[in-house]
């Protein structure tokens, strides 16, 4: 029976998917294989993966050398337990991160993915006011915020259809506007008059991405940032979707002269190839744990915390996103699609293009505030998977977040059916 079904059909059975209604979801569709920017179904139909698989692919599918470097640590040691040992993937890569990493972060803490690498974050500045004895627990956020799925994380992020339920069990949160020059002035009085309340500010660098890819200017967040350190108060840059190149240099902080204090990474960190989570810190923030009272000790792991096999990925995916062919390939999609928003932001479809490095953003317009669940979003969908190209919409929002493999023809047929999409809806 099972040989008769469809790989589909079986999935449909057992399997529940993420951010789906599965009472109305359609069937999945079945990859079998990838290679480079393609995934490629059971029937051998090609889809240009034009979103990073969620925004964690930087080289391609079944890239060669990641594949060769999982597959020796695979064969020589496939996990240890890191408490009380450590193994020579985990060291490497830690010793790879902080060369690359704003100059003042100091110590690399391991986790599992995105969500956990902002829990670590949030817990090690809350348990940091504890061990110093200072009353401050207030946390600030961004307005449109998206920080994980956990649930401290999820406090963090906006309140939105995707937190409802959980309302009741959210801790609260400061929210403030993104800076631009109207408000700046007003974001940093608010600052000096709150700051003895308030721990820490967590922020998505220069873009926000589940909020619809939201970008704003790095002047402002670097007049904010130097505010904070000037106040005491601790900033979390929320590098997860943001690092490794995706604003065009390896880290959005990248951009500012005042630097976090702590920076969380998953995603793009083992080119998309497995689970993996860093949240790295200042020597000042690890300083306030080390103490003669174990109390004051970190009090979090996970099972498979600097995973070896996790780790000899990501050093591989540093490899080539540190080699001179994908930085040259990261600033040809820079410009190919400063050229699209060029070519294409006066569209009358359009009530916005953005772009900020290799993301470029489009915002239908719709003469109303189109939420996630809109009927254009699901049209916008299907068009484009006809078309061998998967663009996920955030609600009446499209984006474009390619891996650096991508070819200028593959970049230009998307943009051709972008335009022929804005001609349909």
Request: charged share 20%; hydrophobic share 40%.
């Amino acid at each position: 029976m099972e040989e008769k079904r469809s790989l589909s059909e079986r999935d449909q059975a057992i399997i529940w998917h993420p951010y789906t209604q599965m009472k109305t979801a359609g069937l999945p569709i079945p990859i079998v294989r990838g290679e480079g920017v393609y995934l490629i179904d059971e029937n051998g139909k090609k889809y240009l993966d034009a979103v990073s698989s969620w925004w964690v692919n930087l080289h391609g599918h079944a890239h060669p050398h990641i594949a060769k470097k999982v597959a020796e640590q695979a064969g020589t040691l496939e996990h240890a337990i890191f408490a009380g040992f450590t193994h020579p993937p985990a060291v490497e890569l830690a010793e790879g991160l902080l060369k690359i990493l704003p100059p003042n972060q100091a110590k690399i803490f391991y986790s599992d993915n995105g969500s956990t690498a902002v829990e670590v974050a949030l817990k090690m500045c809350h348990q940091y006011r504890s061990n110093k004895n200072q009353q401050r627990d207030k946390v600030l956020a961004f307005q449109h915020s998206y920080h994980g799925d956990t649930f401290g994380a999820m406090a963090v992020s906006a309140r939105s259809a995707f937190t409802a339920a959980f309302e009741s069990l959210l801790f609260d949160v400061e929210y403030i506007e993104t800076p631009n020059a109207g408000n700046i002035d007003k974001l940093i009085k608010y600052l000096r008059e709150n700051a003895a309340e308030i721990s820490s500010f967590i922020y998505e660098p220069l873009i926000q991405g589940s909020g619809g890819m939201l970008m704003y200017e790095a002047k402002g967040l670097n007049q904010l940032i130097g505010t904070c350190r000037e106040l005491g108060i601790l900033t979390i840059a929320d590098e997860v979707m943001t690092g490794f190149g995706r604003t065009g240099k390896l880290f959005a902080s990248d951009y500012m002269e005042h630097k976090p204090d702590i920076v969380c990474l998953s995603k793009g960190l083992t080119g998309g190839t497995m689970a993996l989570g860093v949240t790295s810190a200042t020597q000042e923030i690890f300083d306030a744990f080390l103490s003669d009272d174990k109390l004051k000790t970190l009090f979090h792991g996970h099972s498979f915390t600097a995973n070896p096999i996790a780790c000899a990925a990501a050093l591989a995916s540093m490899d080539l996103t540190l080699s001179q062919e994908t930085q040259d390939n990261i600033q040809r999609i820079c410009a190919k699609h400063a050229a699209f928003a060029l070519r294409i932001q006066n569209n009358p479809k359009l009530k916005a293009v953005r772009q900020t490095g290799t993301i470029i953003a489009f915002e239908w317009e719709t003469g109303d505030d189109t939420s996630y669940f809109s009927s254009l979003r699901d049209n916008l969908y299907q068009f484009f998977l006809k078309e061998g190209i998967i663009l996920r919409p955030l609600g009446n929002i499209i984006y474009i977040l390619p891996p650096y493999c991508i070819s200028d023809a593959q970049l230009d047929y998307i943009y051709a059916k972008i335009e022929q999409a804005l001609d349909i809806f």
